[in-house]
């Protein structure tokens, strides 16, 4: 059976009205501080690096595990599970029970003593962000009609940049304030070192967000299957499949595209404080509080760009608009990326990177919205927990790591990373632009069947 001719899910026939804008911009604004505080207890282990491969003796690879592979270790396991329970539960409940869980266990990374101790409690941050991405998409697409939907997730996505932003301020500025501090000692603990204290102090505001969940309004859902029965069920993982499958076409380029892209991505998002420290000789707070309020000036900048052509483009003809924009963000990215890791200045490193990350921005917003748009109501939280299984399986999971072997095994010297970062970029990047491309024009022809 052809993909023009693939039968589309049933819909009931009576949609519920959409939320009053208030309501919808009041979740968006809750799940924003969200994703900041996701991003935020990701990004802060970045920037600690350097002190915790000093103080438990570990390697470039040993360091990659922690941020990576332990990170993903049970996303694999409770995913999927969560992804059903968003489709037929409350997302607002689901949602709430993630922020608390991970940021009672980015707290818990305070505590550990060594590298198993750190390994485990990243296990746990992973466990309670796996209920985050198809809670907070699938509530999105019901709170915003498709043509509006890229907008709000690029705002939502100032979560992303503010959380990477304030985990560079933020926690340069604390480990520089707490480096200089007499020695703290805790019971049972003893003496606690700076990026100890360092993740106490990011992890346990996060708990306040989980209370604030409850305030949140959880939207009727639109687009619902037809149903036998007066309950709201998921449909069975073999229909998702069955869908996806049918329109393989677009997804797979989706999918593919992201796993390449994410390996880079995330893996010089990890090195890159280490890289300005290894190459520039900056230290930990320089480097925190000039790339932190860059970040988050540019940054948002590049999302509201984004989100303004994925509104423009639809109204001049693409109905491939999301995914256009996701092809040609990756094209433009590719030469700051590359030439930011090998200029002899801090300085202009630090304005290609600025101009890297505006320009990568343009997709964030896009790139999700084009999940969402193509995917009926109740197979988004599966298909969004997939997207995102891929992105930290392969991103997080193999990018931190994918770059340290690199420059372990390949250039042999810790000062050669700048030579690994490049090198990644010059390679994936451009593969991803070319699979993403791939997948623009059936992208397309599904849009426009509506």
């Known amino acids: 059976m052809s993909e023009h001719n693939a039968p589309q899910p049933q819909v009931s026939a009576a949609e519920p009205p959409w939320p009053p804008p208030g309501q919808a911009w009041y979740a968006v604004?809750?799940?924003?501080?969200?994703?900041?505080?996701?991003?935020?207890?990701?990004?802060?282990?970045?920037?600690?690096?350097?002190?915790?491969?000093?103080?438990?003796?570990?390697?470039?690879?040993?360091?990659?595990?922690?941020?990576?592979?332990?990170?993903?270790?049970?996303?694999?396991?409770?995913?999927?599970?969560?992804?059903?329970?968003?489709?037929?539960?409350?997302?607002?409940?689901?949602?709430?029970?993630?922020?608390?869980?991970?940021?009672?266990?980015?707290?818990?990374?305070?505590?550990?003593?060594?590298?198993?101790?750190?390994?485990?409690?990243?296990?746990?941050?992973?466990?309670?962000?796996?209920?985050?991405?198809?809670?907070?998409?699938?509530?999105?697409?019901?709170?915003?009609?498709?043509?509006?939907?890229?907008?709000?997730?690029?705002?939502?996505?100032?979560?992303?940049?503010?959380?990477?932003?304030?985990?560079?301020?933020?926690?340069?500025?604390?480990?520089?304030?707490?480096?200089?501090?007499?020695?703290?000692?805790?019971?049972?603990?003893?003496?606690?070192?700076?990026?100890?204290?360092?993740?106490?102090?990011?992890?346990?505001?996060?708990?306040?967000?989980?209370?604030?969940?409850?305030?949140?309004?959880?939207?009727p859902r639109r687009g619902i299957t037809v149903i036998t029965d007066a309950r709201l069920k998921p449909p069975p993982i073999r229909e998702v499949v069955r869908y996806m499958v049918e329109h393989r076409?677009?997804?797979?380029?989706?999918?593919?595209?992201?796993?390449?892209?994410?390996?880079?991505?995330i893996g010089i998002i990890a090195w890159t404080p280490s890289f300005f420290i290894r190459t520039h000789g900056w230290d930990i707070a320089q480097f925190g509080q000039i790339f932190g309020p860059i970040l988050m000036l540019v940054s948002p900048l590049g999302l509201m760009f984004g989100g303004w052509l994925a509104e423009k483009l639809p109204k001049l003809g693409y109905h491939d608009a999301n995914m256009r924009i996701v092809v040609l963000a990756a094209f433009v990215t590719l030469p700051t990326i590359v030439s930011f890791t090998l200029v002899s200045s801090a300085w202009m490193a630090m304005f290609l990177l600025a101009i890297q990350n505006f320009t990568a921005a343009w997709a964030f917003g896009p790139q999700n919205a084009a999940f969402q748009v193509i995917t009926p109501n109740q197979m988004r939280g599966q298909v969004t927990a997939l997207f995102l299984f891929v992105f930290n399986l392969v991103g997080f999971g193999m990018g931190p790591t994918f770059i340290a072997l690199i420059t372990d095994y390949v250039f042999g010297a810790e000062d050669q990373l700048r030579y690994a970062m490049a090198l990644a970029a010059v390679v994936m990047q451009p593969l991803a632009g070319y699979i993403f491309w791939k997948g623009m024009k059936p992208y397309g022809e599904i849009v426009a069947r509506g």
């Open 29 to 219: 604004g809750v799940m924003t501080v969200a994703l900041m505080f996701n991003f935020l207890d990701r990004g802060i282990l970045n920037l600690l690096i350097e002190p915790i491969k000093r103080d438990m003796q570990l390697s470039d690879t040993q360091v990659s595990l922690v941020v990576g592979l332990a990170f993903i270790a049970f996303y694999v396991v409770v995913g999927f599970p969560i992804a059903r329970l968003v489709d037929s539960r409350s997302r607002r409940a689901i949602l709430g029970f993630g922020i608390a869980m991970w940021s009672g266990m980015t707290a818990a990374c305070g505590l550990a003593q060594n590298f198993w101790h750190l390994f485990l409690a990243r296990v746990g941050v992973g466990i309670g962000e796996a209920c985050n991405g198809p809670s907070t998409f699938s509530l999105m697409a019901d709170l915003f009609p498709k043509e509006k939907l890229p907008k709000a997730i690029a705002v939502l996505n100032l979560g992303f940049v503010y959380g990477q932003g304030i985990a560079a301020l933020v926690g340069g500025t604390l480990i520089g304030i707490l480096s200089s501090l007499p020695p703290v000692y805790l019971p049972l603990l003893g003496e606690v070192r700076p990026w100890q204290l360092t993740f106490f102090a990011v992890g346990i505001p996060g708990l306040f967000v989980a209370a604030l969940m409850s305030t949140v309004k959880e939207p």
């Open 249 to 265: 076409a677009a997804y797979i380029p989706m999918f593919l595209g992201l796993s390449v892209q994410g390996i880079m991505v």
